[in-house]
């Protein structure tokens, strides 16, 4: 009950011992209440592992890609032509697959459009698919519906080129939606618009890789154009969207002989996996591409890294090992 105190200066109104007692432990109970929650949180959002071993025999996956809405990676398999995910407990679940689909190599998440893009090739990997007319021949431009694993789209490529040899490798989306797709054994770079129309983006004997891979890793950059990279010399190249035959070499003393997949980390900074010699390159350019340097680099070890993706502020780089290995890695590169 409320009253007045004698001693307290007029129209003063004093709360009994009882009642302030109260108030204050309720105000300790919302602050109790604030850290609970502030405590859950750290709880369900742990550190990223540095490492992801997983269970899938001869898998011999080449792509990866990030799922950050759904907490997940994407992996492609050279062995079994199947798009699965992986979970950070090491979780292996296949996420799409059809019969056209030998070998799928480099992946790309346009997660704003809702689409898993796969490129589709056949260098005799697939040990279900024997003395194919596919092979060598086919390079094709995957498009997977993320909420339901279902195939929207199978793009052909080589049929641009029928008489030539052909191994859809990575590719690029830029801001538009279209997708460059790099052909390691033609050298070219084709495009596939958002309405699935195909052409030839680029064709230039400078891309080719001889009688080795040519053209792999690329990235698309937001001032508008290419960046990508010939396995078997390690040549860099910065392509214009608007002026593709006007495309130059970036300079550069790092080698980087067997560039496979690349990851633009920021406008500056390009992350380059040479598998051939078991390093991740951080190359730098103070130039837009004119020139780069390298600024670190990462040793995997013997394993035959391919690809590489963003996961926040960290990268993971993908171990295949070969095509027959029990499982493999996924693996939190540091400088």
Not at 202 to 209: F, I, R
Not at 252 to 259: I, P
Request: aromatic share 8%; net charge neutral; proline share 5%.
């Amino acid at each position: 009950m409320l009253h007045f105190s004698p001693s307290a200066p007029s129209g003063a109104l004093v709360l009994p011992h009882v009642v302030r007692r109260a108030a204050l432990a309720i105000a300790m109970l919302g602050l109790l209440a604030g850290c609970s929650k502030e405590i859950e949180y750290e709880m369900l959002a742990p550190e990223a592992p540095a490492r992801i071993s997983v269970p899938q025999a001869a898998l011999s996956p080449e792509g990866i890609q990030w799922d950050e809405a759904n907490k997940r990676f994407y992996v492609s398999s050279r062995t079994k032509g199947t798009v699965g995910t992986v979970r950070d407990d090491s979780t292996y679940t296949e996420f799409g697959k059809d019969s056209r689909l030998i070998s799928t190599i480099g992946l790309n998440l346009d997660a704003g459009r809702q689409r898993l893009l796969a490129a589709v090739s056949d260098n005799g990997f697939n040990p279900s698919v024997v003395n194919a007319p596919t092979k060598g021949k086919l390079a094709a431009l995957a498009i997977f519906n993320t909420s339901t694993g279902a195939l929207s789209s199978f793009v052909d490529l080589g049929g641009l080129r029928p008489t030539q040899m052909h191994f859809a490798n990575d590719m690029a989306v830029d801001k538009d939606g279209n997708v460059y797709i790099t052909d390691s054994m033609s050298p070219i770079i084709y495009k596939v618009d958002l309405q699935g129309t195909a052409s030839v983006f680029l064709e230039n004997a400078q891309l080719s890789g001889g009688t080795g891979f040519g053209l792999n890793g690329i990235v698309y950059h937001p001032d508008g154009y290419l960046l990508t990279a010939k396995s078997s010399d390690g040549t860099l190249f910065k392509v214009p969207i608007a002026n593709p035959a006007g495309f130059t070499t970036v300079t550069k003393t790092q080698s980087l002989v067997g560039a496979d997949g690349l990851l633009l980390f920021d406008n500056s900074t390009l992350l380059v996996v040479a598998g051939s010699q078991s390093t991740v390159f951080r190359m730098t350019t103070a130039d837009a591409w004119a020139s780069t340097t390298a600024s670190g680099s990462f040793a995997t070890g013997a394993v035959s890294p391919t690809t590489i993706t963003k996961r926040g502020s960290d990268a993971y780089v993908l171990y295949p090992y070969s095509a027959t290995a029990p499982r493999f890695k996924i693996v939190k590169v540091s400088f």
